[in-house]
């Protein structure tokens, strides 16, 4: 264990010296450009999977209804394997990556990556109601945690290299580079550091080119917004209070549900291929009777920017999709809540538009004004992220003329989120994939495997101000390093602890495993 301590300091010196973080730099820069590879195929082949369906149920026959049934409980069944197999693929993927950072698992990086690619392929192309950016952003994590084991890089850099892959991710998911570095930042870090921030933005800058290579330039939402100036200042601030507060209630229920369905579905006990054959039919009859609901939503979305529909129709789409998404993502498959959320968003941003637009006189350029506004303020609502929600709107329709607004709806959200007491849904699904499980550590020798942790200290948190015998930590806990303007301390007992410190902490797998969530809790929250 001596010998093992002393190579992690030893790495962590390492980083330190400006070599060592210029090929830190390339390394996040080739973890960018093959995630961007990945993800892009993995958009096609999701893209041309959704052609493919709804081209062979254009027509229905009795025979493609049979055939199209078997083919939807074999690929089920197929997904289902793989899960059996290697359980860390369900879902998003984005509490798994959070897992990983925090020390809880490990990733088996060639089999998972290939089994959540292909599963998310075969469950989001049956038309289950989940989006792709999630496992995405798992996928381009995987790229950066084989990048790791190839290169043979320490703990240390490994953070910075699954970091980026996930920052990879969003941003050829999205084609939004800007928005993939500060979801990273704002939602998995919850901090940054010169070089964590450079080696983000060169990731997602470099998965962001592969994708405008292979796919173009253009943004997500081809549409020509026009930000409404009829309605007086007043009356547009109560409108949009009245809407924050739509937004937070439903996207309370969308916490509430999604756990719930979760939940539901692993309580049914029953053979678990006997369950993925009976679940399968409900994705076969949407896919065949109500295909508007399928997939991620996109195409959805860009249809309610440019048709009208009645509000009965409207209020019955927001309702299959709500409750559709709720279903899939409670089976585990590979797929992610982001896009379907946004979807949902934008439809509660339509019907309330239209509301105003039908009853109020409203211009109808505030139809589509509130769908943007409802991306974003559902986006925070949910998942708690509020500059990433605003970002992500304005590299996706391209047009900064909403920033004003989006801040607006966004701040008021998320005020009302802390007066509802609501948890950010990522960390409720990292909590709940824990639950009554051991971390998985791998075999007993792993679990004394000497690892660092890089802890953030929060203003006002309950580490700052503090002296480090205070803090009370395992004996298996050694702050090896206080990181401060650039320069590095070596501490003792006395030292002081101030709200911009980073410390580097080494210790075994077994007690990262246990402890890392609730350092990175206590140094962060404020008291």
């Known amino acids: 264990m001596a010998k093992d301590t002393i190579q992690e300091l030893k790495n962590i010196q390492q980083l330190k010296t400006r070599k060592r973080n210029i090929f830190l730099i390339f390394l996040c820069l080739l973890t960018g450009m093959i995630a961007g590879g990945i993800v892009v195929l993995y958009t096609v082949l999701l893209e041309k999977s959704s052609h493919l369906r709804n081209s062979f149920f254009a027509e229905i026959t009795p025979l493609k209804m049979i055939t199209g049934l078997a083919i ?33 698992i490990e990733f088996n990086w060639v089999p998972e990556l290939l089994t959540k690619f292909f599963g998310g392929v075969f469950a989001i192309g049956t038309g289950m109601s989940m989006g792709r950016e999630g496992p995405s952003i798992h996928l381009g994590a995987l790229v950066g945690e084989g990048i790791r084991k190839i290169f043979k890089v320490s703990e240390v850099e490994e953070k910075y290299l699954v970091t980026c892959g996930a920052s990879a991710g969003i941003s050829a998911a999205f084609n939004a580079p800007l928005a993939g570095t500060v979801f990273a930042l704002e939602e998995l870090h919850k901090f940054f550091s010169p070089l964590l921030l450079i080696c983000v933005l060169v990731a997602s800058g470099g998965a962001n080119y592969i994708l405008r290579l292979i796919l173009g330039s253009e943004t997500t939402f081809q549409y020509n917004f026009i930000l409404p100036k009829t309605a007086s ?62 997939g991620g939503g996109h195409l959805l979305i860009v249809r309610m920017f440019k048709e009208s529909a009645p509000l009965k129709i409207l209020v019955l789409i927001l309702f299959l999709k709500f409750f559709y998404t709720m279903l899939c993502y409670g089976t585990g498959f590979p797929g992610g809540i982001f896009f379907p959320m946004l979807v949902i968003g934008a439809l509660v941003g339509k019907i309330y538009g239209e509301v105003l637009h039908t ?62 007491k609501m948890e950010p849904i990522y960390e409720t699904l990292f909590e709940n994939m824990f639950a009554g499980k051991k971390a998985e550590t791998g075999n007993s020798g792993e679990e004394s495997r000497i690892v660092t942790l890089l802890i953030h200290v929060g203003m006002n948190s309950e580490f700052e101000n503090k002296k480090i015998k205070e803090l009370k930590l395992p004996k298996t806990l050694l702050i090896v390093s206080v990181r401060a303007n650039g320069k590095e301390t070596i501490p003792d007992g006395e030292t002081v602890l101030k709200s911009g410190n980073q410390l580097v902490i080494i210790t075994t797998y077994k007690t ?5 969530s609730k350092l990175k809790d206590d140094a962060a929250r404020i008291v």
């Open 72 to 104: 939807f409980i074999l690929l089920g069944l197929a997904v289902e394997f793989m899960l059996a197999k290697y359980p860390l693929i369900g879902g998003s993927g984005i509490p798994q990556v959070s897992g990983l950072l925090q020390k809880k």
């Open 233 to 294: 200042p007043i009356f547009t601030l109560i409108i949009t209070v009245i809407f924050a507060l739509v937004i937070t209630i439903s996207g309370k229920a969308f916490s509430f549900f999604l756990v719930f369905f979760q939940k539901k579905y692993k309580n049914i006990k029953i053979n678990r291929y006997l369950r993925v054959s009976i679940f399968m039919v409900i994705p076969f009859l949407i896919a065949v009777f109500f295909k508007d609901v399928t």
């Open 359 to 420: 009853y109020f006189s409203l211009p109808e350029e505030f139809i589509v004004h509130f769908m943007l506004l409802g991306m974003a303020a559902y986006f925070t609502a949910v998942v708690r992220a509020p500059i990433t929600g605003i970002i992500l709107i304005l590299e996706m329709t391209g047009n900064f003329s909403y920033l004003f607004m989006l801040i607006i709806v966004v701040t008021m959200t998320y005020v009302l989120t802390e007066l509802f």
């Open 512 to 516: 990262a495993s246990e402890y890392a």
